[in-house]
């Protein structure tokens, strides 16, 4: 039995003449396969005006194709497969862990969506689609408390023309508005073998894999070779708004630019993250939830994103407790953290958790950050699979300084947008000074 | 080779699988430990099961168990609760506490060369937890808070009044946060009381699942609780069985006005998760309701396009549990969904039995599967503790494919004629009552219950 001390993520890795990316790796623990694909888009690609294509695409890909031209999921799951997909600013993927057994059947249809996809995506398959979205939209963010948020956020913080100023859902009219001939484009621009990366995880070897990918794959024609995304977008100041909800408490976001992922100082904010406020033993918890009380919950990540990150901090102030004291905790706490840094016990707790987080991202094949996904992951945005040790070795490495430079580049109070969410007709709950935004 | 895109490629035979061992010991304490061994990454999982939960709030005290079980981590010994937690984050643990309808479940999973750490830890908690005034104060303060704000949320107003429908004189009817009332009159000392209680070896099953022989992990069970000790305190008193009520309110409907979407449930009290034709109810579900492919929501999701999903389940429990359909509808549709879904319930019982294509994809979605649940330390001792809260066999895993897989059509009907009526099935609508009023009328149900979200 192997037994790995240190986390590690063995690969082989080919290239079709068509220009896809073949990955495998094999654990042989269980007799599953994981099957996973990434197609390099995401609602990045989309255009103004014509918002959540890449997103509807997640949904038609699984209602039929040529030569199967009915739905996904039975096959898959009548060979005892699961089956998903999502889709986000940068990416779409797509996934099945079936047992061994179905290997073959995983592929064909991973193929056929890729290949032959478009004589099946009729008018009516795109209307009932549609509303299936419209509805999604609905449930996730119409009708839940804070659901407008990110939209917000969103729209403050990239300019009209910039490829993150939407949410990935998109917006209502243009799911509305989406023309056949139009989504036909859209997938006949980014689906195809020299966009895309299959990994398989699982009970094969590696040569099986990369056989049988050749022979569903390999004849597939490659598709122009997509322009990258490119937009720069930056705040000049702090921008103060208000947004009204069906919310019982007031809560507080602040957002910021920060850098590209996996690009110098991503790990640092990750890692500020976790010790502003991840656990009670973080600086934030501690003190606004745990000590004064002030506010019911407080979270911080970097997300990390291709093109630009940001940094996204938010509290749910307590019954009474005004969003103005938890902002100026808030802002003490950031303070500190960009004149000292953070301690070296803050730090070995950071790296104690992140390498255990690493082991506990091995355990699985498939599904969203199973193995084959995060190779996947590695190989679209970094152009290497292996990158898994380097990955590690970005937080590993990190010191308190390089923490604190980052806190100090990045969370810039002149260059953020605060945006306060309240309850209906309490506007006056949120920070002095915001601009009232609407969003739907 | 040119592949043969005129038909999709045969699935080969199932492969061979072999599901985890199970070894039970019992400590000299009483405490039932169960240990799995499972080789792949040096991680290993601790699960332990604590007999009671929801069932065992006391009426008025709802809450009490879920209030107890938050309290375990707020400090022990020397630690405090800010110390607690940077002692699980030093060995990069994840601790997780479940309160369900018939037991608390704790999870904490390591790395394997911080196994005695962990487990030493999970005992200090569970065994000696401080239960400080001031921690306890403020959990509170934080769960009546978390109460007020679940208000907003569709799901957890809908989940909340269902309960209460299905169970109105059963410790079962309340969510495990509790009541506002009943949180602001907990007691510190009741807590401690239900501790004592609950808290005892022979009330508890622990499984613990690593990368090492069952002796090793044994040991390492013997070495963290081997000393904890009973307690004289004993639970308030037995909860009786549930006793279905004769009429329960057809349509109820929960005022929330503007809202987007309609929250729908619709059910009645069903079966026992130990019933002998569970099998049957599997594969009667998942026709029905329990997967992507089934009858209910290929009909609101894909031919109507009334919802993002829709799904139905049993709500398992020791006792009788509920069955019910969910769904989050376009406001507009809702009488329509409704009327729909009714029809789905009602199909299966005869008119529309299961066709040889849906019995094919259903079983075998069920079984064919089952290994991949088995691929981590966590999923395989949760999935062991499941045995040990529903008393079933160690020998469950295998024997259910075969008992699945011995399923028929007739036996999905009697199963959905004996656990499925329409027409006793309580219909829960959290919407935009002006909205949606006249066309709920059409369905024929009279005049709704209205109920207010914080019930």
């Given at each position: 039995?192997?037994?790995?001390?240190?986390?590690?993520?063995?690969?082989?890795?080919?290239?079709?003449?068509?220009?896809?990316?073949?990955?495998?790796?094999?654990?042989?623990?269980?007799?599953?396969?994981?099957?996973?694909?990434?197609?390099?888009?995401?609602?990045?690609?989309?255009?103004?005006?014509?918002?959540?294509?890449?997103?509807?695409?997640?949904?038609?890909?699984?209602?039929?194709?040529?030569?199967?031209?009915?739905?996904?999921?039975?096959?898959?799951?009548?060979?005892?497969?699961?089956?998903?997909?999502?889709?986000?600013?940068?990416?779409?993927?797509?996934?099945?862990?079936?047992?061994?057994?179905?290997?073959?059947?995983?592929?064909?249809?991973?193929?056929?969506?890729?290949?032959?996809?478009?004589?099946?995506?009729?008018?009516?398959?795109?209307?009932?689609?549609?509303?299936?979205?419209?509805?999604?939209?609905?449930?996730?963010?119409?009708?839940?408390?804070?659901g407008y948020a990110l939209m917000a956020l969103a729209g403050a913080l990239y300019p009209e023309d910039h490829p993150y100023h939407w949410l990935t859902i998109g917006a209502?009219?243009?799911?509305?508005?989406?023309?056949?001939?139009?989504?036909?484009?859209?997938?006949?621009?980014?689906?195809?073998?020299?966009?895309?990366?299959?990994?398989?995880?699982?009970?094969?070897?590696?040569?099986?894999?990369?056989?049988?990918?050749?022979?569903?794959?390999?004849?597939?024609?490659?598709?122009?070779?997509?322009?990258?995304?490119?937009?720069?977008?930056?705040?000049?100041?702090?921008?103060?708004?208000?947004?009204?909800?069906?919310?019982?408490?007031?809560?507080?976001?602040?957002?910021?630019?920060?850098?590209?992922?996996?690009?110098?100082?991503?790990?640092?904010?990750?890692?500020?993250?976790?010790?502003?406020?991840?656990?009670?033993?973080?600086?934030?918890?501690?003190?606004?939830?745990?000590?004064?009380?002030?506010?019911?919950?407080?979270?911080?990540?970097?997300?990390?994103?291709?093109?630009?990150?940001?940094?996204?901090?938010?509290?749910?102030?307590?019954?009474?407790?005004?969003?103005?004291?938890?902002?100026?905790?808030?802002?003490?706490?950031?303070?500190?953290?960009?004149?000292?840094?953070?301690?070296?016990?803050?730090?070995?707790?950071?790296?104690?958790?992140?390498?255990?987080?690493?082991?506990?991202?091995?355990?699985?094949?498939?599904?969203?950050?199973?193995?084959?996904?995060?190779?996947?992951?590695?190989?679209?945005?970094?152009?290497?699979?292996?990158?898994?040790?380097?990955?590690?070795?970005?937080?590993?490495?990190?010191?308190?300084?390089?923490?604190?430079?980052?806190?100090?580049?990045?969370?810039?109070?002149?260059?953020?947008?605060?945006?306060?969410?309240?309850?209906?007709?309490?506007?006056?709950?949120?920070?002095?000074?915001?601009?009232?935004?609407?969003?739907? | 080779?040119?592949?043969?895109?005129?038909?999709?490629?045969?699935?080969?035979?199932?492969?061979?699988?072999?599901?985890?061992?199970?070894?039970?010991?019992?400590?000299?304490?009483?405490?039932?430990?169960?240990?799995?061994?499972?080789?792949?990454?040096?991680?290993?999982?601790?699960?332990?099961?604590?007999?009671?939960?929801?069932?065992?709030?006391?009426?008025?005290?709802?809450?009490?168990?879920?209030?107890?079980?938050?309290?375990?981590?707020?400090?022990?010994?020397?630690?405090?609760?800010?110390?607690?937690?940077?002692?699980?984050?030093?060995?990069?643990?994840?601790?997780?506490?479940?309160?369900?309808?018939?037991?608390?479940?704790?999870?904490?999973?390591?790395?394997?060369?911080?196994?005695?750490?962990?487990?030493?830890?999970?005992?200090?908690?569970?065994?000696?937890?401080?239960?400080?005034?001031?921690?306890?104060?403020?959990?509170?303060?934080?769960?009546?808070?978390?109460?007020?704000?679940?208000?907003?949320?569709?799901?957890?107003?809908?989940?909340?009044?269902?309960?209460?429908?299905?169970?109105?004189?059963?410790?079962?009817?309340?969510?495990?946060?509790?009541?506002?009332?009943?949180?602001?009159?907990?007691?510190?000392?009741?807590?401690?009381?239900?501790?004592?209680?609950?808290?005892?070896?022979?009330?508890?099953?622990?499984?613990?699942?690593?990368?090492?022989?069952?002796?090793?992990?044994?040991?390492?069970?013997?070495?963290?609780?081997?000393?904890?000790?009973?307690?004289?305190?004993?639970?308030?008193?037995?909860?009786?069985?549930?006793?279905?009520?004769?009429?329960?309110?057809?349509?109820?409907?929960?005022?929330?006005?503007?809202?987007?979407?309609?929250?729908?449930?619709?059910?009645?009290?069903?079966?026992?998760?130990?019933?002998?034709?569970?099998?049957?109810?599997?594969?009667?579900?998942?026709?029905?309701?329990?997967?992507?492919?089934?009858?209910?929501?290929?009909?609101?999701?894909?031919?109507?396009?009334?919802?993002?999903?829709?799904?139905?389940?049993?709500?398992?429990?020791?006792?009788?549990?509920?069955?019910?359909?969910?769904?989050?509808?376009?406001?507009?549709?809702?009488?329509?969904?409704?009327?729909?879904?009714?029809?789905?319930?009602?199909?299966?019982?005869?008119?529309?039995?299961?066709?040889?294509?849906?019995?094919?994809?259903?079983?075998?979605?069920?079984?064919?599967?089952?290994?991949?649940?088995?691929?981590?330390?966590?999923?395989?001792?949760?999935?062991?503790?499941?045995?040990?809260?529903?008393?079933?066999?160690?020998?469950?895993?295998?024997?259910?494919?075969?008992?699945?897989?011995?399923?028929?059509?007739?036996?999905?009907?009697?199963?959905?004629?004996?656990?499925?009526?329409?027409?006793?099935?309580?219909?829960?609508?959290?919407?935009?009552?002006?909205?949606?009023?006249?066309?709920?009328?059409?369905?024929?149900?009279?005049?709704?219950?209205?109920?207010?979200?914080?019930?």
């Amino acid at each position: 039995m192997r037994r790995v001390d240190s986390p590690s993520l063995p690969f082989s890795k080919r290239t079709l003449s068509n220009g896809l990316d073949v990955i495998v790796h094999e654990d042989h623990h269980i007799p599953i396969v994981a099957v996973n694909i990434w197609y390099h888009v995401g609602s990045k690609n989309e255009r103004p005006g014509r918002t959540g294509f890449a997103h509807l695409f997640e949904h038609l890909m699984f209602e039929g194709s040529e030569h199967h031209n009915s739905g996904y999921f039975p096959p898959l799951q009548q060979a005892g497969g699961v089956v998903n997909g999502s889709t986000n600013t940068d990416r779409t993927n797509y996934w099945e862990v079936v047992p061994t057994s179905a290997l073959d059947l995983a592929l064909w249809m991973e193929s056929d969506r890729m290949g032959y996809l478009l004589p099946a995506v009729t008018q009516q398959r795109l209307e009932t689609q549609r509303d299936v979205v419209l509805n999604e939209r609905r449930q996730n963010y119409e009708n839940r408390p804070y659901g407008y948020a990110l939209m917000a956020l969103a729209g403050a913080l990239y300019p009209e023309d910039h490829p993150y100023h939407w949410l990935t859902i998109g917006a209502t009219e243009d799911i509305t508005a989406a023309r056949l001939d139009e989504v036909h484009e859209f997938f006949r621009t980014y689906y195809h073998p020299a966009n895309a990366s299959l990994s398989l995880a699982g009970d094969l070897d590696a040569a099986r894999g990369f056989e049988l990918a050749e022979r569903y794959f390999g004849d597939l024609p490659a598709g122009p070779v997509a322009e990258p995304a490119r937009a720069a977008a930056a705040l000049d100041r702090e921008r103060r708004l208000v947004l009204e909800d069906r919310v019982q408490m007031p809560r507080i976001y602040m957002a910021w630019h920060s850098p590209a992922m996996f690009s110098e100082h991503d790990a640092e904010l990750d890692l500020l993250g976790d010790l502003l406020a991840n656990g009670k033993t973080s600086r934030l918890y501690r003190i606004l939830v745990y000590e004064q009380r002030l506010a019911l919950d407080v979270s911080a990540a970097q997300y990390s994103r291709e093109l630009a990150s940001f940094f996204l901090l938010a509290a749910t102030a307590s019954p009474g407790k005004s969003l103005t004291d938890i902002a100026a905790v808030i802002d003490a706490e950031l303070a500190r953290v960009a004149d000292e840094g953070p301690s070296e016990a803050e730090m070995d707790r950071a790296r104690a958790q992140t390498e255990a987080h690493f082991m506990y991202r091995i355990q699985t094949v498939g599904g969203f950050g199973g193995k084959s996904d995060q190779l996947n992951a590695y190989n679209v945005f970094r152009g290497d699979p292996g990158f898994f040790a380097a990955d590690l070795a970005r937080y590993r490495d990190a010191t308190p300084s390089a923490v604190r430079d980052a806190a100090r580049a990045y969370l810039r109070f002149d260059q953020r947008v605060l945006l306060s969410v309240v309850p209906r007709g309490q506007q006056a709950l949120g920070l002095p000074g915001s601009d009232p935004v609407t969003v739907s | 080779m040119r592949v043969d895109r005129s038909q999709l490629p045969a699935v080969g035979p199932d492969p061979a699988f072999r599901f985890p061992r199970i070894v039970r010991h019992t400590l000299a304490n009483g405490l039932s430990v169960r240990t799995v061994e499972h080789h792949t990454v040096p991680v290993v999982t601790f699960v332990m099961l604590i007999d009671g939960g929801v069932v065992s709030d006391p009426a008025g005290q709802e809450g009490l168990a879920a209030i107890t079980a938050d309290m375990v981590d707020e400090g022990t010994g020397d630690l405090s609760a800010i110390e607690v937690s940077e002692s699980l984050a030093q060995i990069g643990a994840e601790y997780d506490v479940d309160v369900g309808a018939d037991a608390v479940v704790f999870t904490l999973t390591t790395l394997e060369r911080f196994m005695e750490r962990g487990a030493g830890l999970l005992a200090n908690l569970l065994i000696r937890p401080s239960l400080r005034r001031e921690d306890f104060d403020r959990v509170r303060q934080m769960r009546l808070d978390r109460l007020r704000q679940l208000k907003d949320s569709p799901p957890a107003v809908a989940e909340r009044a269902f309960l209460r429908l299905m169970y109105p004189d059963h410790p079962y009817g309340h969510l495990a946060i509790g009541n506002e009332a009943s949180l602001r009159g907990l007691e510190l000392e009741r807590v401690a009381q239900c501790h004592r209680a609950l808290f005892q070896p022979n009330r508890a099953t622990l499984v613990v699942a690593g990368p090492m022989t069952h002796d090793a992990l044994r040991q390492a069970a013997e070495t963290a609780f081997g000393a904890w000790e009973a307690s004289a305190e004993r639970v308030a008193s037995e909860v009786g069985d549930v006793v279905p009520r004769v009429e329960a309110p057809r349509l109820t409907v929960i005022p929330r006005e503007g809202a987007a979407q309609s929250e729908l449930r619709i059910g009645h009290l069903s079966a026992r998760r130990n019933a002998p034709d569970y099998p049957s109810l599997l594969v009667m579900n998942a026709v029905l309701g329990g997967q992507f492919v089934s009858r209910i929501n290929l009909k609101l999701r894909e031919e109507k396009g009334f919802t993002y999903g829709a799904r139905t389940g049993f709500d398992w429990r020791r006792r009788l549990s509920p069955f019910a359909l969910q769904a989050s509808v376009h406001s507009a549709s809702t009488a329509e969904a409704i009327r729909d879904s009714l029809a789905e319930l009602d199909g299966i019982r005869g008119p529309r039995p299961p066709t040889d294509t849906e019995m094919l994809l259903a079983r075998a979605s069920l079984t064919r599967g089952y290994p991949r649940n088995f691929e981590t330390a966590q999923q395989v001792s949760r999935s062991v503790a499941q045995l040990a809260l529903y008393d079933l066999p160690d020998t469950y895993f295998e024997e259910l494919i075969p008992r699945v897989n011995a399923v028929s059509a007739d036996d999905v009907v009697r199963a959905a004629q004996r656990y499925i009526d329409p027409a006793r099935a309580s219909i829960l609508v959290v919407g935009d009552h002006p909205v949606i009023a006249d066309s709920l009328e059409s369905l024929g149900f009279g005049a709704p219950q209205i109920v207010s979200a914080d019930v």
